[in-house]
């Protein structure tokens, strides 16, 4: 048996004081450059990769609505594929965050959704009978409902700066679709139906190849947006004996946002009354907000604005107007095309770095809205604006821009505001993080039901609405909307 002497012994600690001043001196150490850099291509990666999701994830919606007049005979209501497109979404929302238990797993999930959305797609284009068409239909829409649903969720796995990032490019590439997909349209409808419809079907391929080769893992965030401890990997079983409402453990490459590991199994799980509990104090504050914007946007769009028909501008009195107004039937288009141009722009304003609206004004853009709808139902009914198109049409256009930058802005900030609620505090334990981590999921998942739920109710309110609007304008002598 050795023995130690004092002077090993003081040595010893001499080294372990050393040691421990070192540690402290390396918690202090600022953020290097490199770290910096890194975080700053990680972000553009992220920025990327959400404004992708996005964009894709509702493409396929616009394109449906779209086409819609090609791919139903003419007799059959064009209704019918507007409800087909938003029912199944709706489903999904209302659904899968309240039915669904423990962990997600996403690439089964981001996967999924890509079969659901080809498939629907090659119904769609391979069949010109009315029940395949609806039935791709409806599969395309569960797919973009669900989409929205998961990354969403996903964006809430970052570190909190990288979240609200990754919610606001979502956003933008969502607001983006609605030109995009028009415009898509646009080019391959003279293809035909069968081949426009089976090149759009390829496009849900981008979202898997973005989720394993360009999307970074929230750990891969070095510097100022790095991690803590608090966001480390939960703890989960291995591959082979996890349920599959437990972990997801699909071998993924190490772009991929969750990266593979055999650990012990950590049980949690939400309950039906847990998720009671998180979702009421959601309603006031971000659930009717949203609610009420879409109700009334969609309102506008589908009941109001296929009444905003005025005169066809002159060319010899107002040239510029008369370059894309040519018949009483560019109306209605120009309106949409205003309305997703200023929705892209406002769904972008926090990707390009604009300030968030605060939580207790996510209300304010539907008193806007409101004010809105009442002056341009005004104007459709009787006519309150000047008797003048070269200064009618410009104020119209100018509502329905403050429309869509309203609608736009309610739903990205939304989103970023429940993004940023309850992150996990480095004191919290390993099941703490856990529950937490499924709580954001759950509880910016359960918000989307929203704006499905207010374009529901403003599809049911816009038929009745156009139909009184046109009887009061041909009561005051004007025909147009019975031209058309």
Known sequence: MTSTSPEHIQLHQSMAVDQNVNADEELLLPVSKDDESSDRHNLIRLGASFFLFGLINNVLYVVILSAALDLVPPATPKGIIAFCNIAPALLAKILWPYLLKGRIRYTRRIIGCCVLSVTGMVFVAAFEGLGHR???????????????????????????????HAVGYFASGTGGAGVAGAALWWEVRGLGVTKGVAVSAFLPFVTPLTYFFLLPASSMFQGTL???SAYTAIPTADPNDASDEEADQTQRTPNSPVETHH?????????????????????????????????????????????????????????????????????????????????????????????????RLLGLPAMVQSVVLITLALESAVGILPDNVGVTIPIVMMLIAVEGVCGGLAYVNVFYRIGQENHPEETDDEYTKERKKQEREFKIGSIGLSDSMGILLASMLAVPTELELCKAQVRRGKMFCKTL
């Open 134 to 164: 609806l039935f791709g239909i409806c599969l395309a829409s569960l797919s973009s409902g669900l989409g929205e649903l998961t990354f969403l969720q996903l964006s809430t796995t970052y570190p909190v700066a990288a979240s609200g």
């Open 226 to 228: 790095a991690p803590s």
């Open 263 to 359: 650990r012990k199994r950590l049980k949690v799980s939400l309950t039906p009354s847990d998720k009671l509990r998180l979702v009421k104090p959601l309603f006031w504050r971000f659930m009717f907000p949203l609610f009420c914007v879409y109700t009334i946007e969609y309102t506008i769009n589908q009941g109001i604005a296929p009444t905003l028909i005025f005169p066809v501008p002159d060319r010899s009195t107002h040239w510029l107007l008369s370059t894309f107004i040519k018949s009483l039937r560019d109306y209605y288009p120009l309106w949409q095309l205003i309305y997703q141009i200023f929705v892209f722009f406002s769904r972008s304003s926090i990707s390009v770095g604009l300030p968030a609206l605060p939580t």
